[in-house]
């Protein structure tokens, strides 16, 4: 897999864990707990990206 596709599958997932936050927060159903670990892996995906991106 060379670097561009696979910053390009990382964007990809990020954004998807954009939506999944976004979702979550409207929902009151969910647990802070689950929102604070979508951040966290949505924030490791933002800091490979940059890492490979640079």
Do not use: C, F, G, Y
Request: proline share 2%; net charge positive.
């Amino acid at each position: 897999m060379s670097i561009s596709s696979h910053l390009t599958e990382l964007k990809r997932k990020h954004a998807a864990l954009s939506e999944q936050v976004e979702l979550a927060q409207r929902n009151p159903a969910t647990d802070d707990l689950s929102i604070v670990e979508l951040k966290k892996q949505k924030l490791r995906l933002k800091e490979e990206i940059t890492r490979l991106a640079s």
